[in-house]
C-alpha cells in the first residue's frame, strides 16, 4: 500500500482549523472552555497554526474524572485547544486510517456504528452455528506506543505527522511506553486502528469469513467447535507476539442458538434482547434521570431531551413492553 504524505501542511490549513474547531464544539457550545475559546477564535487559530508550523504544538493538558458506565472507568479528557487539534489532525489522517480497516470493522467510522456491528453479528448468527467471543484486557491502557507508531510508518511517510503523534503519546502512559488515554478523538481513532493488524490476520492468515469486530469486542464465528478452539489458540499468540496485548479470560464460546453477547445486546437469529448488564445500566440511568427531573435541575423538555437519546439505544431490540410501562409512568408521574 502506497504511503500517504503532504499531510502537514493540510492539517495547519486556516480553513481546516476552522472545521476542527466547529466540530469540537458539537453538544458543548455552553461550557465555559469553549465559549472562552471562541470569544477569540480567529486568534486562538492563528496560535494553533503557529505552533504547528513551528513544531512547538502545546499537548498534554488534561482533567481527569471517573464515571460508573457501568463499571468504574477513568476518562481523561484533552483541554479544548487539544481537542481542536485531535480533531484537526483526524479531518486529514481519517481516511488513510479509513483505507486500511476491513469491512467488519464497525468503531470510530463514518456509515458503520454499533448498531450495525449488531446486526451484521445477527447476520453471522444465522449463517453459523457457534461463535467465539473475545476481548482484550484493559485494553486502552495497554497499547504499545512502539507498536501503533511502527503501524502509522507504514501507512503514513510524513514525518512531521508522524512527529506530531508521538509527542501526543508520550503525553499520556499507563506504564513506560503504554496506554491511550478514554475519552480523546484521537485516541479512539488510534485503538481502533491498532487492532486492524488482528483484522487483517484474521481474515487473510485464518482465513474467517464470518468475523465482526467493534474496538476491542470482537467475535469469530464457523461450523464447528474444534475449528474455533483452534482459533483461539493462534489468537492469543497473535494479539500476544504482535500486539503486546492479553485476550481476557471471559472466553465465550457457544452455540449461536443460545444467544451471542455483543455491545449490551443478546444477539439471536431472528431477535435481539437486552443483556443483563445494559439492562441494570439503563435502570440506574432511568433512576438517574428522574432525580434530575423532580428536583428541578432538568425541565420537562431536558428531561425529553435525555430520554430520547436513552431510548434510542433500548427501543433496537426487542423492548416493547419496557418502552410501553416507561411512557406510562412518566405520562402518570405528569
Request: with cysteine; net charge positive.
Amino acid at each position: 500500500m502506497k504511503r500517504a504524505g503532504n499531510l502537514y501542511d493540510r492539517i495547519a490549513d486556516p480553513e481546516n482549523l476552522r472545521l476542527a474547531f466547529l466540530k469540537a464544539i458539537r453538544g458543548k457550545r455552553g461550557k465555559a472552555d469553549v465559549l472562552k475559546y471562541g470569544a477569540s477564535l480567529d486568534a486562538n487559530l492563528r496560535l494553533l497554526r503557529d505552533q504547528l508550523l513551528s513544531h512547538a504544538v502545546d499537548v498534554g493538558h488534561y482533567h481527569f474524572f471517573t464515571v460508573q458506565d457501568p463499571k468504574e472507568r477513568v476518562i481523561c479528557a484533552a483541554s479544548f485547544p487539544e481537542r481542536v487539534l485531535h480533531h484537526a489532525i483526524m479531518n486529514v489522517c481519517e481516511p488513510v486510517l479509513e483505507r486500511y480497516a476491513i469491512h467488519d470493522s464497525y468503531a470510530c467510522r463514518t456509515g458503520k456504528g454499533m448498531h450495525a456491528a449488531v446486526l451484521r453479528a445477527q447476520a453471522f448468527t444465522r449463517q453459523y452455528p457457534w461463535y467465539l467471543k473475545l476481548d482484550i484486557r484493559q485494553y486502552f491502557a495497554s497499547i504499545d506506543h512502539a507498536t501503533v507508531m511502527a503501524m502509522l510508518e507504514r501507512r503514513i511517510k510524513d514525518k512531521a505527522v508522524l512527529a506530531l503523534c508521538r509527542q501526543i503519546l508520550a503525553t499520556y502512559e499507563t506504564a513506560p511506553g503504554r496506554g491511550l488515554p478514554i475519552g480523546n478523538l484521537l485516541s479512539q481513532h488510534l485503538a481502533n486502528f491498532y487492532l486492524g493488524h488482528l483484522d487483517h490476520w484474521v481474515k487473510e492468515t485464518l482465513r474467517v469469513h464470518g468475523y465482526v469486530r467493534y474496538m476491542d469486542d470482537f467475535v469469530l464465528w464457523a461450523d464447528d467447535k474444534a475449528t474455533l478452539k483452534a482459533h483461539l489458540a493462534a489468537v492469543r499468540a497473535f494479539v500476544a507476539s504482535e500486539l503486546k496485548l492479553d485476550l481476557k479470560d471471559n472466553v465465550q464460546l457457544n452455540r449461536c442458538t443460545r444467544g451471542l453477547p455483543f455491545l449490551g445486546y443478546r444477539v439471536f437469529s431472528n431477535r435481539l434482547v437486552l443483556g443483563p448488564r445494559a439492562r441494570r445500566r439503563f435502570a440506574l440511568k432511568l433512576r438517574g434521570y428522574e432525580q434530575e427531573w423532580l428536583t428541578g435541575t432538568w425541565s420537562e423538555a431536558d428531561l425529553a431531551r435525555h430520554m430520547e437519546a436513552l431510548l434510542s439505544y433500548v427501543r433496537f431490540a426487542d423492548t416493547l413492553e419496557l418502552r410501553k410501562w416507561i411512557v406510562a409512568q412518566y405520562s402518570a408521574a405528569a
